[in-house]
């Protein structure tokens, strides 16, 4: 669901960064993929499968959204979030923040993707 502030979207589709919209008073776009690695529990994997209580997620995504609003002045937030079965080197996150310099633009990413993983009800299970 997008809004003026941000876009969340959990989807069973391939992940691509959408197109960034520079703006004119906000200087940095952190864009970051997390990809879904080879190793997982210390075994190795073809796949992973994300399952999610989609109405919840989404509501917990954007309350970290607003909070980092808050907390970091981000001007925009993306969270896209792929559900369903993600084989190795494919992404199953991607977050875009974008605010008036890098530095708050660095820690909220970093931010967000940690409150994701802590807050956000999407389980992953090794295939």
Known sequence: MATPFCDIILTTGPLKAPPP?????????????????DEEDGGKIAALQYEAHAEMAEHQLR????????????????????LGRVPIAEPSLFVRVTARHRGPAFDACRWVIERLKQDVPIWKIPR
Do not use: P, S, W, Y
């Not at 004119?24 to 997390?34: E, L, N």
């Open 21 to 37: 919209a520079f703006q004119a008073d906000a200087g940095a776009v952190v864009d970051f993929f997390g990809v879904v690695r």
């Open 63 to 82: 309350k970290i959204a607003v909070e980092a609003r808050e907390k970091f002045g981000c001007d925009a937030i993306t969270l896209h979030h792929r």
